[in-house]
């Protein structure tokens, strides 16, 4: 670490610490200590257990289930950090809360990302971090400094390999193809982009297939997977000519019930690549899902901040 007047502090929340603890370890300082409690009648209670004047903060959360709860105790901890005097707070939030609630789709809808936003800016933090978040214009809803980092880097590794060299990436939907242009380009495959439309907030039905994917091994890319309605694209894929079996490339792994049933029943799902920026639950568990690390990537950002570096390098950001 390059010296600087203002000492480097990594916090963790209690919804992901194994990522908190990996990103500190990386930068070579010790997880700061903290306290959250579940009260009886369900409040949250957070506690700063060591001092924290004039350092730089860095505090991680990711809003995982509960997500009330997580973002509750992400802003108890932003208050408690500004109030015992931290020198800067900035909060690194790996998987952003209500990312898809970010316009009016309809009337008389709260644009609950923006929300969100303004929460975290009242309650201390003087920089935003986060992960492919699912629209980038929520960068625009805060006043202070953010940083939108990429997660394709890391996912792109196990997909260069030669067992995908007849494959196609696949993006779910046209809201995604920025997203699946990038992979794409970075590991030399053609693109395909299915149109669908949604029917409710569980529910979407696939159009068609804009693209040529016969004989070609599937790669379907996505921001986050929940219920696994992205499975439901399998079939018109494999109608459509596609050969082998299927591959998804998923930053957030929120993974409901429901999508870990069709991972495991699906044999034409050989593997589900995901990252740790949300923990993976026992119950989520499973043979074909694998999780990669951006604990490396973060510690390199902050490392930059810290250090008063630049990180607008293209393998950094979105």
Do not use: W
């Not at 060299?165 to 030399?188: C, E, F, H, N, W």
């Amino acid at each position: 670490m390059v010296s600087n007047r203002h000492p480097l502090a990594v916090f963790s929340g209690a919804t992901n610490r194994a990522l908190g603890q990996a990103i500190a370890d990386l930068l070579g300082v010790e997880l700061g200590k903290s306290t959250t409690t579940r009260l009886a009648d369900s409040e949250i209670h957070v506690e700063l257990d060591e001092v924290v004047r004039d350092k730089d903060v860095f505090f991680v959360q990711s809003c995982s289930a509960p997500v009330n709860d997580s973002l509750v105790e992400l802003l108890f901890y932003l208050d408690a950090f500004r109030r015992a005097s931290a020198h800067s707070v900035s909060a690194i939030v790996p998987y952003f809360p209500y990312a898809r609630q970010e316009r009016m789709a309809r009337g008389r809808e709260s644009i609950s990302a923006r929300v969100v936003a303004d929460a975290i800016e009242q309650s201390g933090a003087r920089r935003i971090i986060y992960v492919d978040i699912h629209n980038s214009a929520i960068q625009g809803f805060f006043r202070i400094p953010g940083d939108a980092l990429s997660a394709i880097p890391i996912l792109c590794e196990p997909l260069a390999a030669p067992e995908y060299a007849k494959a196609a990436i696949v993006s779910p939907d046209v809201g995604r193809a920025k997203m699946a242009g990038q992979y794409a380009t970075k590991l030399g495959l053609p693109l395909v982009i299915m149109h669908k439309r949604r029917q409710s907030f569980s529910s979407t039905t696939a159009s068609h297939v804009v693209g040529d994917i016969c004989g070609l091994r599937p790669i379907i890319i996505d921001d986050l997977i929940a219920g696994g309605s992205i499975f439901g694209e399998l079939d018109m894929l494999y109608d459509a000519g596609a050969e082998g079996t299927a591959t998804f490339a998923v930053t957030h792994p929120v993974l409901l019930p429901t999508a870990i049933r069709r991972i495991e029943e699906d044999e034409r799902i050989a593997r589900v690549y995901v990252t740790n920026t949300l923990p993976l639950s026992p119950t989520q568990m499973c043979s074909k899902i694998v999780s990669l690390s951006v604990a490396p990537l973060i510690a390199e950002v902050v490392r930059r901040i810290h250090n008063g570096e630049s990180i607008s390098d293209r393998l950094v950001l979105a």
